[in-house]
């Protein structure tokens, strides 16, 4: 495969190609997976991620790509019981692939979605199931539910800005995706009420939920921090959240079962000087995110909670931490990966989370925070 410089680490489809293959065809450009018969290959003069490829019966397929490629080529393997035995072109037996590593290449996909050998939409995670996720107007929680939907969910989109909440709603249907806006104020048990009532009664039940509504609050010690701050950051923070729960709680119930993940923080396991209301809240979190778990692990509802580090968010952003340079730097360097992480980081811990390949996780705040809390 030519090289190209400008790929910042990501690999060509015939680069990861072998990862799972033992032949290799470099006079053609490409590389052959022996497994599932599929022959990957490139046009001398197209750029890196213009892959082509064909299975042995002659069938030839574009692609715009090369990581839709990659899922082709394993959703391939998959369905591809013909090949008997699995040998190389050279004659001599494959190895069998690794269940573990063909996991992975799945999802290289990222936000492409994967087809198998028919063209047809290749089930994912979340297919069939319903997810609801608060504070999905921006950042950490609009990355969630488009992800969600990514994989198959049709999604309750909830935030206290209709213009931001519809906004993701946009992004998901212009992907083919499903979901419908619900204004709330999770402060508010009325409008919560309401909010998972709409989720039911448009999509017939609910499977997971993401409860991320949250604010910062003011910046003071504790021994002047304001009184009308402290009660506003913890009817947001953390009763905002017992409200979701109580109610999503109930919802899964009557459907069988689901997964709830909150959005705590790294500030919900340390201290950090200067932000009581916050930290207390995040705490709250957790400690509710644990007591529900104990509680409903033998009723089918999972409870965990994702920690994140400073994460590069329009909340951050409005506080000038991301915008003034020298501000960024310090919160950089606290994480000893020497940045800020994704809301798509953060997104794809919750989706782990929500999936059934957590089906045994329950009552963990998993740290997405890239090392700040180990240091």
């Known amino acids: 495969m030519p090289d190209d410089p400008n790929r910042d680490g990501v690999l060509d489809a015939c680069d990861l190609v072998r990862m799972f293959s033992n032949t290799v065809d470099e006079d053609r450009n490409g590389c052959v997976d022996p497994i599932s018969g599929w022959d990957f290959f490139q046009d001398d003069n197209a750029p890196y991620d213009d892959v082509r490829y064909r299975h042995s019966t002659g069938e030839a397929k574009d692609s715009n790509d090369c990581a839709q490629a990659v899922v082709y080529a394993v959703a391939a393997r998959c369905a591809d019981t013909t090949a008997?035995?699995?040998?190389?072109?050279?004659?001599?037996?494959?190895?069998?692939?690794?269940?573990?590593?063909?996991?992975?290449?799945?999802?290289?996909?990222?936000?492409?979605?994967?087809?198998?050998?028919?063209g047809a939409i290749m089930a994912s995670r979340f297919k069939n199931k319903v997810a609801l996720v608060t504070g999905a107007g921006s950042g950490i929680g609009q990355a969630a539910a488009v992800a969600f939907a990514r994989e198959g969910a049709r999604v309750a989109v909830s935030d206290i800005s209709e213009e931001h909440g519809r906004a993701t709603v946009r992004i998901i249907e212009a992907a083919g995706g499903a979901a419908i806006f619900v204004a709330c104020d999770v402060a508010l048990p009325a409008q919560v009420e309401a909010l998972v009532a709409a989720t039911e009664k448009a999509y017939g039940h609910l499977d997971c939920a993401f409860n991320n509504a949250g604010i910062g609050g003011a910046q003071a010690p504790t021994g002047e921090y304001p009184d009308a701050a402290w009660s506003s950051v913890?009817?947001?923070?953390?009763?905002?959240?017992?409200?979701?729960?109580?109610?999503?709680?109930?919802?899964?119930?009557?459907?069988?079962?689901?997964?709830?993940?909150?959005?705590?923080?790294?500030?919900?396991?340390?201290?950090?000087?200067?932000?009581?209301?916050?930290?207390?809240?995040?705490?709250g979190v957790i400690g509710l995110t644990r007591t529900a778990a104990l509680e409903y692990a033998t009723r089918g509802v999972r409870v965990n909670a994702v920690c994140p580090g400073f994460i590069d968010t329009p909340m951050l952003a409005g506080a000038g931490l991301t915008t003034n340079p020298a501000a960024r730097a310090a919160l950089e360097a606290m994480h000893p990966v020497g940045r800020l992480g994704t809301c798509d980081e953060v997104a794809a811990a919750v989706l782990f989370l929500a999936s059934d390949e957590a089906s045994f996780i329950t009552g963990h705040p998993m740290l997405v925070d890239g090392g700040y809390v180990a240091r």
Request: contains cysteine; charged residues 20%.
């Open 84 to 118: 008997s035995p699995s040998r190389s072109r050279s004659g001599a037996r494959a190895p069998r692939p690794r269940t573990a590593v063909m996991a992975r290449e799945v999802h290289l996909g990222g936000a492409r979605t994967a087809r198998n050998a028919d």
């Open 234 to 283: 913890l009817a947001v923070n953390l009763t905002g959240v017992f409200h979701c729960m109580k109610r999503e709680l109930a919802a899964m119930l009557r459907s069988g079962g689901g997964a709830i993940v909150n959005n705590a923080s790294i500030l919900g396991t340390v201290g950090f000087a200067n932000s009581p209301a916050y930290v207390a809240s995040k705490h």
